[in-house]
């Protein structure tokens, strides 16, 4: 029988197989260290969904003066102002600026603006949330608005900004119209008949985003309803053919006010 080299771990009294044994053959010192990568190493976090910052919309603004006029286009950045209250009288305590200037990537792939919500004087901040528009065109998210003045989401909580030219903001309405819109994954069919309708018992949750055309807009008790209608909304034919219609609320109120309906910005 040929010779064996003898497994000094095998005969260690005590030391169970798997990741316990392997710990328990390190030295004093260094196995409760090791331990402690695999105890205490935070899990990844779930990645946001560009719309879960969207809740309660009512409209897109473009802010030309921070993003620029497009993608990889020069401007020169200006700072926009974020008002607690729609004041222009009161102090400023925050301030929207460009993180980067979009810069062109090898290859002539564009790299695009990203803007901070600073504290004033400070240029660290936190990303705004936005929606895109088109290809590389992104937009605030408009909460609410009063004569030249936009509630927008921040990334903890909202602000005021003050925008002199009110041909910006784009309302929901205008903002589906001329859009390649679909269902979202999650919203519950089959849908309502009539608008004010609640989700039958029998409603189950759709799996996956199915192209859908806006037909019509209603508003009721101050919810704006949409008639969609799937047949023959697929142009991409991304999809096998889902027969769906009827009514929906924009904003889902079983997700918090985030929208059932949103739009591809970038085409098939």
């Known amino acids: 029988m040929p010779a064996t080299r003898s497994n000094p771990t095998s005969s260690r009294p005590g030391c169970a197989p798997g990741l316990a044994g392997f710990l328990c053959w ?13 105890v205490l190493a935070p899990a990844q976090p779930a990645q946001a969904h560009p719309l879960d910052r969207a ?33 222009r009288i ?35 901040g936190s990303e705004l949330p936005t929606i895109e528009l088109s290809y ?11 004569p030249r003045w936009y509630r927008i989401a921040l990334a903890d909580g909202s602000g005021w900004v003050n925008i002199d030219d009110t041909r910006r903001f784009i309302p929901l309405t205008r903002l589906l119209s001329s859009k390649m819109t679909y269902l979202r994954g999650g919203t519950p069919v089959p849908l309502a008949a009539q608008p004010g309708q609640a989700p039958g018992r029998d409603a189950r949750p759709l799996d996956g985003d199915i192209a859908a055309r806006v037909v ?10 949409l008639q969609v209608d799937t047949r023959g909304a697929d142009v991409c034919e991304a999809r096998p053919p889902v027969s769906l219609s009827g009514w929906i609320p924009m904003l889902d109120p079983a997700r918090g006010g ?10 098939c």
């Open 55 to 87: 809740a309660g919309i009512i409209g897109a603004l473009p802010l030309p003066e921070v993003f620029g006029p497009g993608a990889c286009a020069p401007f020169v950045a200006k700072e926009l102002l974020v008002h607690r209250q729609p004041d």
């Open 26 to 38: 390190l030295p004093v010192a260094a196995a409760p260290l090791l331990g402690a990568l695999f």
């Open 216 to 225: 019509s807009t209603r508003r009721l008790d101050g919810v704006l309803w």
């Open 258 to 267: 985030v929208p059932s309906v949103w739009f591809w910005s970038r085409g």
């Open 136 to 146: 590389e065109q992104p937009a605030a998210i408009v909460l609410e608005r009063r």
């Open 90 to 124: 009161e102090r400023s305590r925050q301030h929207i600026h460009p993180a980067r200037p979009s810069a062109a990537k090898a290859g002539g792939e564009c790299m695009p603006v990203t803007a901070l919500v600073s504290p004033a004087g400070s240029r660290k």
